[in-house]
C-alpha cells in the first residue's frame, strides 16, 4: 500500500525498513478511505517514521498521553540527522496530534483518568433525563451537568449529603459564588440549571420536594444599555473586507450574511443542508436550536448570492450534503464552534460587557428566620432581592403599605381575609390588584419555600379583563392645528413650559417615535447635530439606541439648541422649562391636555382621550402608510422600524398594520411582494448545477 503515495525508491526503502510496517499501512488506507489527500497522508507517513523511532516501539503497545508528548517536545527542539529542515513552530503539536490519531485508531492511547465528580451518579442520571425525555440539545445538557457538578463539588466539600440540601444551601453557593466575582448573568444561568436539577432530583427522591420551585434567578437585565455586538458599520466593513475569491473568504461571506441578516446561530447555520434550500421558490428551512421546530425564511438577494458563489467557486465536491463543509478532506460538516472567521478581520469583535461587581465581599452567616415579624422579613426580602441585581423600589414600596395594612405581625399568623382587604383599596383597578398579587405571591413562596409558611395567604385571583385600548392616531390636519396652538396655549404666567419648548418637542415625538420618558431624559450630549445622530437612553428594557433622523428635524432642533444655550446655562437636558431644569412627567402631561382642549382635539369612539404618547404610534402607522403608497417592501423595513423605535420583536410593530387606512387593507394580503431584477429560477444553468450538488 506504501507504494500508492510514494514514488522515489529511497523514500520506499526507508518506510519499508521501519518497525510497524503493517500499523502504518493500515491507518494511512483509513485516511485514504476519508479523503484525505495524497500529499497530507504522505506527510503523516514521514512522522509515523519518527514516532516509532522516537518512542522506541518494535511493537504495537499502549502509550500514555504525557509520553506522546514528551516525545513532540523532544521532536520540536531535536536537531540530528533524521531533521531535514528546520522545526517550524507547530512542530509538537503536528508530532502530537498524528501520534494521538495512530495510537488511537489501534486503540493503543491511554488517556489519563478524569477526575471524579462527587454524586458522580446523579449527574449521568440528570444527563441522560435530559437528553432522553427532555430532548435537549446537546450544548444545553453539556452547560448544565456542568454547572450541577459545579454545585455538587461545592457541597461535596462541605461533606453534606444531597438528601439534607436546603434552599439555604443553595442561597450560600450562589452568595458564595457571587463574592468570587461571578457576574449577575453567570449566577442567572447558574441558578436555572439548579433549579432544573432539583425538580428532576426531587422526583427521583434524591432530596427534599420544592427547592427547584424556591429557587430564584438574579436580575440581569437582557437589555443593559452595553452594545454587546459590532455595530451595523462594522457588520458592513466585515463583509465588504470578504471579497476574495479565495474558498475560505466565500465560505466566510455566505456564513456572515446568514448570521447578520437572519441572526441565525452558529449552530443552526453549520447544520443547514442543501435540501434546506428552495431556490426555485427562493426560500429557506432552518432547524431551530432553542425552540425545536423549523422556521421558513425568503432568502435575501444579497445573502442568496453570497451562498451560491460559494456553492460554485468554493464548496468542494463531496458526498456530505451539509452546506458548509471543511476545506481540505476528508470533508465533513463545520462543527458549530468551529465556524470559520478569517483571523484578518478583527474589526468585528465583540464589545465586552465592562465588569463589574454587585456583590460585598464576605459570606452571609446563617440567620434564624423564626424570630422574625413581617417587617424583618420584608427587609430581608427586599435585600436579597437588590443584592441579586433587582431594583425594588416600587416593590419595596407596595411591600411597606402591606405590613402597614396588616401591622408588624409573625408571618404565619397573616390571613386570607386581611391580604384580600389590602388589595381591594380605593381607586384599585384590575391591572393594578393584579400587580400587587403577583408580588404578595412570590414574597409568600419565597418564605414558604423556607419552611416559615405551611400555606399561602392568597384570596382566589381576579380574571383579567379583555383589553379593548387602542391608541389614538392624529391626522396631520390635527398635528399642524396642534403646532399652531402651541404658540398660544403658553401664555400663562404659571406655565413651566416655554410654547417653543412645547412646539419642538412635539415635533421630536412625531419625527422620531420616541417615548414621552425618553425625550424628557435626552441629554445634549446625545445629540449630536452636526452628524444628525440621537442617542437614546432609557425607556423600556433600560435599552441604548442610536438613531438618524432627517435634515428638517435636525435644523429644528439646531435653533432650538442655540435659543436654549443663550436663555439657559449649565443644564445637562436638552428640553428644559423656564428655570432651566428637567421637564417633570406631570407638568408635560397637563401642558398637553390644556394644548388638546384649546385645539379641540377630543376622542368620541372611545373612552381614552388622545394622550401625548400617542404621537409616537401616529409616527409608526404614518410611517407604515407611507410605504405603501410607495409600494416599499414591509418584510425588509418593519424590523428596521422596529429597531428604529426601539422595539423587541415584530410583535409590537405588525399591529401598526391593522391601524393603516382602509384602503390599504388588500395590500396586507400580499405584504410588499419581493421585487426583483432578476430570479434565479429563471436561470437554467443554475438550477442544473443545484439539481447536480
Known sequence: MIEAILEQPLALARHRAAPLLREREQFLSH??????????????????????????????????????????????????????????????FCFTNVAKRWFRFHGRLTLPQAPTIPFSEFV???????????????????????????????????????????LNDVDDFLADKAALGWQPSTLTSQAQALRAFFEHAARRGWCAPGIGRGIRS?????????????????????????????????????????????????????????????????KFSVQRAKQGGVQHYPIQYEVGEAILHYLRKGRPRCPCRHVFVTLHPPYRPEADRRIPWPSRLKIGRDIRQVRHSLFA???RSPFDWSAMKLFEHIRSFVERKRTQGYNYVA???????????????????????????????????????????????????????????????????????????????????????????????????????????????????????????????????????????????????NRVRHIPIGPDLQKILLRYARW????????????????????????????????????????????????????????????????????????RLLPALAAYMGQVGLGSTERYLSMTPERFRNQLVKLSPQRRKRRWSDNPALMRFLAEL
Open 31 to 92: 485516511l485514504l478511505r476519508q479523503g484525505t489527500s495524497r500529499l497530507c497522508v504522505r506527510s503523516i507517513a514521514a512522522y509515523l517514521i519518527h514516532i516509532v523511532r522516537l518512542l522506541e516501539l518494535t511493537s504495537l503497545r499502549n502509550v500514555e498521553l504525557e509520553e506522546v508528548k514528551n516525545a513532540g517536545e523532544y521532536w520540536a527542539r531535536y536537531q540530528g540527522s533524521h531533521r531535514r529542515r528546520r522545526a517550524g513552530i507547530s512542530a509538537a
Open 361 to 363: 465581599k464576605g459570606r
Open 564 to 635: 436654549t444655550a443663550q436663555r439657559t446655562s449649565g443644564s445637562a437636558n436638552f428640553f428644559v422649562t423656564q428655570d432651566g431644569q428637567a421637564i417633570n412627567e406631570v407638568t408635560l402631561n397637563k401642558s398637553f391636555q390644556r394644548l388638546r382642549r384649546i385645539a379641540g382635539i377630543a376622542r368620541y369612539e372611545g373612552a381614552h382621550y388622545p394622550r401625548m404618547h400617542d404621537l409616537r404610534h401616529t409616527f409608526a402607522v404614518h410611517r407604515v402608510t407611507t410605504w405603501f403608497k410607495q409600494g416599499a417592501d414591509l418584510n
Open 395 to 541: 416593590s419595596a414600596s407596595i411591600l411597606s403599605a402591606f405590613c402597614a395594612h396588616v401591622g408588624d405581625i409573625p408571618l404565619d399568623r397573616i390571613t386570607e381575609r386581611q391580604v384580600a382587604s389590602f388589595l381591594a383599596g380605593p381607586r384599585t383597578s384590575t391591572n393594578t390588584w393584579r400587580g400587587k398579587y403577583g408580588l404578595l405571591k412570590i414574597f409568600f413562596e419565597f418564605w414558604a419555600a423556607r419552611g416559615e409558611l405551611q400555606a399561602l395567604p392568597m384570596p382566589p385571583i381576579r380574571s383579567r379583563y379583555p383589553q379593548t385600548f387602542a391608541p389614538y392616531i392624529y391626522s396631520r390636519r390635527e398635528l399642524r392645528h396642534l403646532l399652531r396652538t402651541a404658540r398660544s396655549s403658553q401664555k400663562r404666567v404659571a406655565c413651566k413650559i416655554e410654547s417653543r419648548t412645547l412646539r419642538t418637542l412635539l415635533l421630536f415625538l412625531y419625527a422620531t417615535g420616541a417615548r414621552t420618558g425618553e425625550a424628557r431624559a435626552l441629554l445634549r450630549e446625545s445629540v449630536d447635530l452636526k452628524k444628525a445622530v440621537l442617542t437614546i437612553h432609557g425607556g423600556r428594557f
Open 218 to 282: 438574579s436580575a440581569a437585565p437582557k437589555y443593559d444599555g452595553k452594545l454587546k455586538g459590532p455595530t451595523w458599520a462594522e457588520v458592513r466593513r466585515l463583509l465588504r473586507s470578504t471579497r476574495g475569491a479565495e474558498p475560505a473568504t466565500l465560505r466566510a461571506r455566505a456564513i456572515l450574511s446568514l448570521c447578520s441578516i437572519y441572526a441565525l446561530r452558529s449552530s443552526e447555520v453549520a447544520r443547514l443542508r442543501l435540501s434546506d434550500f428552495d431556490w426555485r421558490d427562493e
Open 124 to 166: 449521568h442520571d440528570f444527563i441522560e433525563w435530559m437528553r432522553s425525555r427532555q430532548g435537549l440539545s446537546p450544548a444545553t445538557v453539556r452547560t448544565y451537568s456542568h454547572k450541577a457538578g459545579v454545585f455538587l463539588t461545592w457541597l461535596a466539600g462541605r461533606q453534606k449529603p444531597l438528601s439534607s440540601v436546603s
